[in-house]
């Protein structure tokens, strides 16, 4: 089978690989697509300053590199192994790629999402979602309801992670909420206070190519923070109240801090995103019972929920913000990524020989 391997540092090689065997408690996939993110970028960039030694084997998975690239992925079930009661042959799924140990201080207070010993299907896995066959435990399949393609299905991980950062918000209908970042994530993020009845969502974005996406997708309130007060915008659309949340899928510090003043009495900054500068934070930012909340990861229950937002469409395709691509084209949309393009890429998986895949929708 054809498989698509990071090696190390921008080293990436489509393989031909011999097609994993099946074994108890495991199925096999093929086909389906592979998300692309800034995670990928990162692993391929500069993976000696990610926190896990990929030389070494994972403890959880005891996977180390070469490693099947993509966390974020579906396919169709070929085979199951003995003892596989959640999905059978012709199930469409999306993957659960997260492991936790249930063991470590984060796990036993209740912070799965926090493991020490986390690990990745995709990074540090078994599999990963580049590979025309995918030996994945069943324990990690979510079936997918006739609605939901496999496009969509690759974009159930993504989308739960923006699903799990507006649980961490704890908004109400009637709240008010800031999105900073209109890339991949502010779009779920956006899908996910959409299902949650908020409809007074602003979302901040500095690039035009993005913003054009988000008005695609019917947003009526899109800032660009380069040429508009967005401290006035948010204040003009909550009747001077400030919003009750602001979600940061952006990452850089100087939009943190202006989220922050856009917050209402009590509000909360829910950070998504990942910072590589320190915040410049102040007592004032922090009065009147502001506070500052983390989200990462996401749980089983985030992915239930997003694939019941998807099979009744308030998670779409919609708005032309995906665009897919090939293996070989793989590390090109990375670099592309690394130098700022703004979509999100989706790896088709090709075809093993002989065998036709089902028609998708
Ligand atoms: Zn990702
Ligand atoms: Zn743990």
Redesign the pocket.
């Known amino acids: 089978m054809k498989a698509l391997r990071i090696h190390g540092k921008r080293d990436l090689r489509v393989e031909e690989l011999p097609a994993p065997a099946l074994a108890p408690g495991m199925v096999l996939l093929r086909g389906g697509f592979t998300g692309v993110c800034g995670t990928d970028l990162h692993l391929y960039v500069e993976p000696e300053s990610y926190p896990a030694d990929f030389s070494r084997a994972a403890t959880l998975t005891g996977a180390r590199w070469p490693q099947i690239l993509g966390h974020e992925f579906s396919g169709e079930v070929t085979e199951i192994g003995s003892g596989v009661t959640n999905v059978k042959p012709g199930d469409r799924v999306a993957v659960f790629p997260y492991h ?9 207070a209740g912070h ?1 999402t ?5 690990a990745f299907e995709g990074m540090q896995g078994q599999s990963g979602g580049m590979a025309q066959c995918k030996l994945v435990d069943a324990e990690l399949c979510f079936a997918l309801p006739d609605e939901v393609d496999l496009a969509l299905g690759a974009l159930v991980e993504p989308m739960a992670v923006a699903w799990h950062g507006v649980g961490v918000a704890d908004v109400h209908p009637g709240d008010s909420v800031l999105v900073l970042g209109g890339g991949p994530i502010g779009i779920g993020v956006y899908f996910a206070l959409r299902a949650q009845g908020i409809e007074t969502i602003i979302v901040s974005e500095p690039l035009a190519e993005r913003r054009a996406a988000l008005e695609r997708l019917g947003i009526d309130h899109i800032v660009n923070p380069l040429v508009q007060n967005l401290q006035e915008e948010v204040f003009r659309l909550t009747g001077a109240h400030g919003v009750t949340a602001t979600i940061d899928a952006a990452g850089a510090p100087h939009a943190f801090v202006e989220g922050m003043q856009c917050l209402a009495v009590g509000g909360r900054m829910v950070t998504i995103a990942l910072y590589r500068e320190p915040i410049p934070l102040t007592r004032p930012l922090l009065a009147a019972g502001r506070s500052i909340r983390s989200s990462a990861v996401y749980s089983r229950t985030d992915f239930r929920e997003v694939i019941g937002a998807m099979r009744d469409g308030r998670i779409t395709l919609d708005g032309d913000w995906v665009r897919f691509v090939d293996f070989a084209d793989v590390a090109s949309a990375i670099e592309d990524l690394h130098s700022g393009a703004t979509m999100k890429v989706l790896v088709r998986t090709p075809a093993l020989d002989g065998v036709p895949l089902r028609a998708e929708k």
């Open positions: 936790h140990c249930g063991q470590c201080l984060a796990c036993s799965p926090d493991c020490e010993h986390m």
